[in-house]
């Protein structure tokens, strides 16, 4: 009998309720876990335009589940839509519940899951850019979504370069994509500013500006078990682009530069996630996003053994990641 992931990729919808409680059931152990062996506040210290304020740790673990379903949904309308993977699949949204879940560091930190959900509305817009050099509406409207995204997380603003690689990319750069896509990233900030200098003439907080462009190395900082299981992610996604890339004249001619931009997203969050001191945590989302369209693009269109069984190792490897967590708690 042949292993695939049929059940998976087209599930009825009992089984998608179930795929997705399961995984968040992995949030909600690893929160009751940490509760229980660890005498900590019961609230967290979340930084607002240089102001300070608290949050109950609850409030704050149930606004981030919500907001990882939604940048879900849009995951899979974002698939759906522009035929990243050609075929209509239910492994996106669910890979991404389930890495988001397993990565217990991201459960308490809303503004790296809302910066996605900005940076999605993004990439719809961006998208749905292809072959249109005189689209500047959207190119105004995707890079005003990743302004706004720059307000929470501020090394965001790093992906405005890649956003004009992705023009590049969807043959849509001209120079009037390109000075939308400017203008539409300082809009915000020019209000922002705005508002700020006529409040606080001061420029006292001009200071919060360059916070959190701090460079640094902070994986050298993370325990063994979770640099096992980087090492872990890296490898299986090595031998997903391998099969990915070594059959891309299969892909339909507008997919590919989909599919092209989705591996510069991941290398380039994994990057600045690497070398932004504090902003590891933050760049995850964004690592989870690119992972898991890329590698659901294998497990989704190929049928093989070697594809099932490398679709339980990384199930397993992630359970395990979980586990060692709480071990070291």
Same mark, same amino acid.
């Given at each position: 009998?042949?292993?695939?992931?049929?059940? &998976?990729?087209?599930?009825?919808?009992?089984?998608?309720?179930? &795929? %997705?409680?399961?995984?968040?059931?992995?949030? #909600?152990?690893?929160?009751?876990?940490?509760?229980?062996?660890? *005498?900590?506040?019961?609230?967290? +210290?979340? $930084?607002?335009? @240089?102001?300070?304020?608290?949050? +109950?740790?609850?409030?704050?673990?149930? *606004?981030?589940?919500?907001?990882?379903?939604?940048?879900?949904?849009?995951?899979?309308?974002?698939?759906?839509?522009?035929?990243?993977?050609?075929?209509?699949?239910?492994?996106?949204?669910?890979?991404?519940?389930?890495?988001?879940?397993?990565?217990?560091?991201?459960?308490?930190?809303?503004?790296?899951?809302?910066?996605?959900?900005?940076? &999605?509305?993004?990439?719809? !817009?961006?998208?749905? !850019?292809?072959?249109?050099?005189?689209?500047?509406?959207?190119?105004?409207?995707?890079?005003? =979504?990743?302004?706004?995204?720059?307000?929470?997380?501020?090394?965001?603003? !790093?992906?405005?370069?890649? !956003?004009?690689? @992705? /023009?590049?990319?969807?043959?849509?750069?001209?120079?009037? $994509?390109?000075?939308?896509?400017? *203008?539409?990233?300082? $809009?915000?900030?020019?209000?922002?500013?705005?508002?700020?200098?006529? =409040?606080?003439?001061?420029?006292?907080?001009?200071?919060? #500006?360059?916070?959190?462009?701090?460079?640094?190395?902070?994986?050298?900082?993370?325990?063994?078990?979770?640099? %096992?299981? %980087?090492?872990?992610?890296? #490898?299986?996604? $090595?031998?997903?682009? /391998?099969?990915?890339?070594?059959?891309?004249?299969?892909?339909?001619? +507008?997919?590919?530069?989909?599919?092209?931009?989705?591996?510069?997203?991941?290398?380039?969050?994994?990057?600045?996630?690497?070398?932004? +001191?504090?902003?590891?945590? %933050?760049?995850?989302?964004?690592?989870?996003?690119?992972?898991?369209?890329?590698?659901?693009?294998?497990?989704?269109?190929?049928?093989?053994?070697?594809? =099932?069984?490398?679709?339980?190792?990384?199930? &397993?490897?992630?359970?395990?990641?979980?586990?060692?967590?709480?071990?070291?708690?």
């Amino acid at each position: 009998m042949r292993l695939t992931l049929r059940n &998976l990729i087209v599930p009825s919808i009992p089984s998608a309720v179930l &795929l %997705i409680a399961s995984s968040l059931l992995i949030w #909600i152990l690893a929160y009751l876990y940490s509760t229980y062996i660890l *005498i900590s506040t019961p609230f967290i +210290d979340i $930084t607002l335009f @240089g102001n300070e304020y608290e949050l +109950d740790i609850r409030a704050a673990h149930l *606004i981030s589940i919500l907001l990882t379903l939604f940048n879900a949904f849009l995951i899979s309308q974002l698939n759906n839509k522009y035929s990243i993977i050609r075929i209509r699949s239910f492994l996106p949204p669910f890979i991404y519940i389930f890495l988001i879940s397993c990565w217990v560091n991201t459960h308490t930190n809303i503004f790296a899951h809302l910066s996605l959900t900005f940076y &999605l509305f993004s990439l719809f !817009m961006t998208y749905g !850019m292809y072959k249109n050099r005189k689209s500047a509406e959207q190119a105004f409207l995707g890079s005003l =979504f990743l302004g706004l995204a720059s307000f929470l997380v501020k090394p965001i603003a !790093m992906f405005l370069p890649l !956003m004009w690689l @992705g /023009f590049i990319f969807l043959k849509s750069i001209s120079f009037r $994509t390109f000075l939308a896509s400017i *203008i539409g990233f300082i $809009t915000p900030w020019i209000i922002y500013f705005a508002v700020r200098i006529y =409040f606080e003439p001061n420029f006292l907080w001009f200071n919060f #500006i360059m916070q959190g462009f701090n460079f640094g190395f902070p994986l050298l900082s993370r325990p063994i078990s979770e640099l %096992i299981y %980087i090492s872990s992610l890296v #490898i299986i996604i $090595t031998i997903i682009l /391998f099969g990915v890339y070594t059959k891309l004249y299969n892909e339909n001619i +507008d997919s590919r530069p989909k599919l092209n931009f989705m591996l510069l997203l991941l290398l380039f969050s994994f990057v600045n996630s690497l070398v932004f +001191d504090n902003q590891y945590i %933050i760049f995850m989302p964004f690592v989870s996003l690119s992972y898991s369209i890329l590698i659901s693009h294998s497990f989704t269109l190929q049928t093989s053994r070697f594809i =099932f069984w490398l679709f339980i190792a990384f199930i &397993l490897l992630s359970i395990l990641f979980v586990i060692s967590n709480f071990i070291i708690i």
